[in-house]
């Protein structure tokens, strides 16, 4: 068993949860784009399914370990 030995300071989680709505925007854009156009398709499925699995994580790591800033 592995323990992750992360702190994040009130800035840091505020920088980190930016970070996870960007990414989730862009996971957002991507799918639309790719549902609109057909020869992106599998592109932009990719790029946003890559893009929402990334914020998942950051979010996770941001609010397990990082302090809520006020």
């Known amino acids: ?3 992750l030995a992360l702190t994040f300071k009130a800035h ?3 920088r980190l949860e930016e970070i996870v709505g960007a ?3 862009i996971a957002g854009a991507a799918f639309f784009v790719g549902g609109i ?3 992106g398709r599998r592109v ?3 790029f946003g399914g ?3 699995a990334a914020s998942g994580v950051v979010f996770v790591l941001a609010i397990r370990y990082g302090v809520r800033p006020r």
Request: glycine letters at 6%; proline letters at 6%.
């Open 37 to 39: 156009t057909p020869m």
């Open 12 to 14: 840091q989680t505020a």
């Open 1 to 3: 068993m592995f323990t």
């Open 44 to 46: 932009g499925l990719t």
């Open 50 to 52: 890559i893009a929402l």
């Open 23 to 25: 990414l989730a925007a």
